[in-house]
Nanobody, 123 residues
Framework: VQLQACGGGLVQAGGSLRLSCTAS????????MAWFRQAPGKERDFVAA????????TYADSVKGRFTISRDNSKNTAYLQMNSLKLEDTAVYYC?????????????????WGQGTQVTVSS
């Protein structure tokens, strides 16, 4: 299983970015997908998750209304659209994948991880 995350970068507060996570080596339609983030010196926190079919979406309270998770099963890709970015959104963002009945919100619910992409929000 390989997950390739991209789309990070430097953006001003209030701006937008779209992260992508392309999967290979797995049957993508069987996997729930999630995004986590980790700021320096902090734990890896849940951001958003989407079920294998796209029918269940969950978000951390801190990103509700600003971030949108989606997936395109024809492209084996999950996305995280991030709008109205804030300074506190600065972190390395990781995508994760797992086969499970319940869509997990903890890092230890996932065994398959991408390499991370840096998002830096400036004032």
């Amino acid at each position: 299983v390989q997950l390739q995350a991209c789309g990070g970068g430097l953006v001003q507060a209030g701006g937008s970015l779209r992260l992508s996570c392309t999967a290979s080596g797995l049957t993508f339609t069987r996997y729930n997908m999630a995004w986590f983030r980790q700021a320096p010196g902090k734990e890896r926190d849940f951001v958003a998750a989407i079920s294998w079919g796209g029918g269940s979406l969950t978000y951390a309270d801190s990103v509700k209304g600003r971030f949108t998770i989606s997936r395109d099963n024809s492209k084996n890709t999950a996305y995280l659209q991030m709008n109205s970015l804030k300074l506190e959104d600065t972190a390395v963002y990781y995508c994760a994948a797992e086969i499970a009945i319940r869509v997990g919100q903890s890092w230890n619910d996932y065994n398959n991880w991408g390499q991370g992409t840096q998002v830096t929000v400036s004032s």
